[in-house]
T-cell receptor, first 114, second 113 residues
Framework: DAKTTQPNSMESNEEEPVHLPCNHSTISGTDYIHWYRQLPSQGPEYVIHGLTSNVNNRMASLAIAEDRKSSTLILHRATLRDAAVYYCILRVQTYGGSQGNLIFGKGTKLSVKP | EAQVTQNPRYLITVTGKKLTVTCSQNMNHEYMSWYRQDPGLGLRQIYYSMNVEVTDKGDVPEGYKVSRKEKRNFPLILESPSPNQTSLYFC????????????FGNGTRLTVT
């Protein structure tokens, strides 16, 4: 199964940009890269996803390496509400399936200091 | 409102007493999945379903059953719960295709004594 590797924890200061890295060296050509986050006492929440090109939305940006073996989630201005565990996940093709299964890793716990 | 609804939110039971955690989504999603979350282990997938009557094992399926008789519902069944199944459980769903975000429920905290 395709797996991802993330640092266990990171710290950031409020209102500064945060770059959360993820390695996925065994990624296949059809695997989508998804990012989710989980705030304390809540279910995971979708952040962003992409395949090859960099992606932007109102929450974050996703920078994908040219060889797709790594990606970086960018929070442009961290707030205290961004303190959460961030999961980098590959949506991988299953046999005979038209959809992809998601496999979560352990994620990166982001702390934001005022 | 589009949502994934799990019930109950909290459940305390005894070893061996069969239980069912329900999961329902109102978004007409094909894909549904169950995860358990334990300290230090992150989210681990129990079972998933690509569509009605199509289910498959995830990473930790032992001791669990699922069914997908209709698109909106994906119950998780513990035939004979044991204390090592004490955990926080999440149900999730998504539209078809690999390009679809996953929507999660609010979780069910299960304690087996």
């Amino acid at each position: 199964d395709a797996k991802t590797t993330q640092p266990n924890s990171m710290e950031s200061n409020e209102e500064e940009p945060v770059h959360l890295p993820c390695n996925h060296s065994t990624i296949s050509g059809t695997d989508y890269i998804h990012w989710y986050r989980q705030l304390p006492s809540q279910g995971p929440e979708y952040v962003i996803h992409g395949l090859t090109s960099n992606v932007n939305n109102r929450m974050a940006s996703l920078a994908i390496a040219e060889d797709r073996k790594s990606s970086t989630l960018i929070l442009h201005r961290a707030t205290l509400r961004d303190a959460a565990v961030y999961y980098c996940i590959l949506r991988v093709q299953t046999y005979g399936g038209s959809q992809g299964n998601l496999i979560f890793g352990k994620g990166t716990k982001l702390s934001v200091k005022p | 409102e589009a949502q994934v609804t799990q019930n109950p939110r909290y459940l305390i039971t005894v070893t061996g007493k069969k239980l069912t955690v329900t999961c329902s989504q109102n978004m007409n999603h094909e894909y549904m999945s169950w995860y358990r979350q334990d300290p230090g282990l992150g989210l681990r997938q129990i079972y998933y379903s690509m569509n009605v009557e199509v289910t498959d094992k995830g990473d930790v399926p032992e001791g669990y059953k699922v069914s997908r008789k209709e698109k909106r519902n994906f119950p998780l069944i513990l035939e004979s719960p044991s204390p090592n199944q004490t955990s926080l459980y999440f149900c999730a769903s998504s539209f078809e295709g690999w390009n679809s975000p996953l929507h999660f429920g609010n979780g069910t905290r299960l304690t087996v004594t």
